[in-house]
Each structure stands twice: as C-alpha cells, then as structure tokens.
C-alpha cells in the first residue's frame, strides 16, 4: 500500500507561479513512476506531467515550457512547478503513484484545488 498526500494548492492570478507537493508513505519502495493528473469542472482527468524512476519525464502539450515535474528520493516527494499559470490550468490536481510489488498497482492522492484568476 502507498499513501499520498498533496499539498501546495491555491487561488492566485493569471501568470503567478505554484509549487505543488505529494509526499509518498507506506511500500515507497515499490514506487515506479509518479505523475500528476488534473480534472476541471465537467471535464475528464488527464495527465499533466509524470516521472519514471530513471528521472525522464514527460509532459501534456498545455502545460510545456510552463510546468515542470521533479522528485526528491531522499524526502520521498514529487513537485510539480507551475509557472506562468492560466485561467485554464485552474482544476483539481491528483498526484498518482504506480508501483510494481509482483503486479502493477495505482495510487492516488486526495487532490488539491489550484485555481487561477483572470
């Protein structure tokens, strides 16, 4: 079982910067890869950015130039940065870890609310 906890949400205006946070407990060794996943009112969850253990990362077109995915192995957390922010990145945002422990399992956090002013 891994625990994730996401922290670093807010309301803050168009083009201000956010420093998302989810910290991982539990069986981190079995951690793979950790992204992040954003859903906006009435609309489907999609994926922002993700990690893979060797450190390569990935991005949604929306966000490139913009965001950017890190991971702390010591303090066992991913950040997302989030600069020049827009009124459309403005979404619940999900932390999400997937493990192998002899299968693959997924993980999510309890979101937290980033909201962007125009």
């Known amino acids: 079982q891994v625990q994730l906890v996401e922290s670093g949400g807010g309301l803050v205006q168009t083009g201000g910067s956010l420093r998302l946070s989810c910290v991982a407990s539990?069986?981190?060794?079995?951690?793979?890869?950790m992204a992040w996943h954003r859903q906006a009112p009435g609309k489907e969850r999609e994926l922002v950015a993700v990690?893979?253990?060797?450190?390569?990362?990935n991005y949604a077109d929306s966000v490139k130039g913009r965001f950017t995915i890190s991971r702390d192995s010591a303090k066992n957390t991913v950040y997302l940065q989030m600069n020049s922010l827009k009124p459309e990145d403005t979404a619940v945002y999900y932390c999400?870890?997937?493990?192998?422990?002899?299968?693959?399992?997924?993980?999510w956090g309890q979101g937290t609310q980033v909201t962007v002013s125009p």
């Open positions: 990690i893979i253990s060797g450190g390569s990362t």
């Open positions: 539990g069986s981190i060794f079995s951690i793979k890869d």
């Open positions: 999400k870890a997937d493990s192998f422990d002899r299968k693959w399992y997924g993980y």
